[in-house]
């Protein structure tokens, strides 16, 4: 149990589909990211979140929007994806997004586009 | 352009001790280290800021060179939890984002 949770563990879609990605953290941190997790490929980050504004966008595709309500809520909404998308989606939370914070992570979510 | 960790991977029987590095062509701020077990989340091992420093966590330590840019993670008498990937993640100044390597898989054999 680390604190940061993810819905749902496995998720399969087509490329047409819209789907979400949820992420909830009981921490009580302030800063939210999303990671993408490939084969044989480091961690990169996609978006981060410090206070419920975005301050990262690491040049992710338009079909990728990310959404975050308040400090406890991360959603990933996903359209039209392609199959090189298929991955597991990291999301993690800190304290605050400085660079001498730990990032605490949830389990991911494992997409797979058809 | 991500650290490179070095080995790829690595095997141990339980009690052998380990070395992994983490190699950066851009100048250090912090380093971060995490452990992934497969099909599980990263978990955070330790950070450590540029000064040289060596931190511990159980018998799990690290040490920050920013002068050759590098960290290295130490695993001494290695236990069968110990198995995962490891990955180094780098800060190349105050407030930048964090680069993760590509990894290291240690696997601990009884």
């Known amino acids: 149990e680390t604190g940061v949770t993810q819905t749902p563990r496995h998720l399969v879609m087509g490329m047409t589909n819209k789907k979400s990605l949820k992420c909830e953290q009981h921490?009580?941190?302030?800063?939210m990211y999303w990671y993408k997790q490939s084969a044989k490929k480091p961690l990169e980050l996609m978006f981060v979140?410090?206070?419920?504004?975005?301050?990262e966008n690491n040049s992710v595709p338009s079909r990728f929007s990310p959404e975050c309500p308040n400090s406890s809520h991360l959603f990933l909404h996903l359209h039209t994806l392609q199959p090189e998308d298929s991955a597991l989606y990291l999301c993690a939370s800190s304290q605050e997004s400085s660079s001498n914070q730990p990032q605490h992570f949830g389990d991911g979510t494992r997409l797979s586009i058809l | 352009q991500q650290p490179v960790q070095s080995p790829q991977a690595v095997i141990l029987r339980e009690g052998e001790d380990a070395v992994i590095n983490c190699s950066s062509s851009?100048?250090?701020?912090?380093v971060h280290w995490y452990r992934q077990k497969h099909g599980e989340a990263p978990v955070f091992l330790m950070i450590l800021l540029k000064g040289g420093e060596q931190k511990g966590h159980e018998k799990i330590s690290a040490s920050f060179n920013e002068k050759k840019q590098q960290s290295s993670l130490y695993l001494t008498a290695s236990q069968l939890s110990y198995s995962g990937t490891y990955f180094c993640g780098r800060i190349e100044t105050s407030g930048s984002r964090l680069t993760f390597g590509e990894g290291t898989q240690l696997t601990v054999n009884p």
């Open positions: 921490l009580g941190h302030n800063a």
């Open positions: 979140y410090n206070f419920k504004e975005q301050t």
């Open positions: 851009k100048a250090l701020y912090s």
